[in-house]
């Protein structure tokens, strides 16, 4: 399961490279904005937006989800030990030197 989520996360984060850098950017008309006949505002349209936007909307919300998972599986996983088959001691050993505080 967590090697699916991990494929799954690398794919919607090549993607969603890949979108963003299909798009336009914002200063794209800015050169046309300022001659005639110009559709678009000169810092770009506010209306609703293309497939690519909604494209990368979706991506992006894949992308979050994916990583949240991660780390949720990453909290859960059980800590494994470098020095597995070592047992700690039963008794704990005194030390030579008295702790006693009493005074003579």
Do not use: Y
Request: proline share 2%.
């Amino acid at each position: 399961m967590d090697t699916i989520i991990n494929v799954i996360h690398v794919i919607a984060a090549l993607s969603l490279i890949l979108t963003v850098l299909l798009q336009a950017g914002k200063g794209a008309a800015m050169g046309s904005g300022l001659g005639a006949g110009s559709s678009q505002t000169m810092f770009g349209s506010s209306g609703a937006g293309n497939f690519l936007t909604k494209l990368t909307t979706g991506i992006a919300i894949l992308f979050m989800i994916t990583s949240l998972t991660l780390a949720v599986f990453s909290t859960k996983k059980k800590s494994s030990s470098l020095i597995q088959g070592v047992e700690e001691p039963t008794q704990k050993q005194e030390s030579p030197i008295s702790t006693d505080n009493t005074s003579k």
